[in-house]
């Protein structure tokens, strides 16, 4: 009798461990939200890497359009023979004035832009002049012309150190006439790229 109730007892609790069964594994499945944001971080990444590759290219290709633009010139600078570049551009002045017009503001900021671009391209600004007045004056408004373009630079955060100037008065007309057409477009800040 023992050994029926004892077995009876012993079936029970194998039916009751049947039926509760064994504990079920539990599967962490990732919720949607997060396998979004996963998703949208890795386009992202991929998104910031692809516009990387493409302003690499575009300033790979703004250098050679730099470096293209460059005609060495036989006359010495400060520093050595001078390049031109047909980016740099020259901005004008009125007649005994050293002051940058308004209208030249916009050149200087966008020879600033390039300059910007090339942190390591150092440049002359050459002051030049009319034919009138005599040789000591226009030397020394020369060089007034090119250092205000230096100060207007160096304003809008282009270093000193990359800046240098000199006044050649009236010695290099770029227009030889003698009216006022070719007076004005020899009263000018020329910019230059020193060779290294």
């Given amino acids: 009798m023992i050994r029926k109730s004892l077995s009876i007892m012993i079936l029970v609790l194998c039916i009751g461990l049947m039926i509760t069964g064994c504990p079920k594994k539990t599967v962490i499945t990732e919720e949607p939200s997060a396998k979004k944001e996963d998703a949208s971080r890795l386009e992202a990444e991929r998104a910031r890497e692809e516009k990387s590759r493409e302003e690499k290219s ?96 160096l304003s809008l955060g282009i270093s000193a150190d990359r800046i240098s100037t000199i006044s050649y008065g009236k010695e290099r007309p770029f227009d030889p006439g003698q009216n006022e057409e070719a007076w004005a477009k020899n009263r000018r800040a020329h910019f230059v790229i020193l060779s290294k």
């Fill in 58 to 153: 575009k300033d790979d290709q703004a250098a050679k359009e730099f470096e293209k633009s460059l005609v060495a010139k036989k006359y010495p600078g400060i520093e050595g023979e001078v390049l031109e570049s047909k980016l740099l551009k020259d901005i004008y002045f009125d007649f005994d004035n050293y002051d940058i017009r308004p209208q030249d503001v916009g050149i200087v900021k966008e020879n600033t832009t390039l300059l910007m671009k090339y942190p390591n391209v150092k440049i002359q600004i050459e002051g030049h002049c009319d034919e009138r007045g005599t040789v000591e004056y226009n030397l020394a408004l020369g060089e007034r012309r090119a250092n205000s373009a230096k100060k207007y630079l």
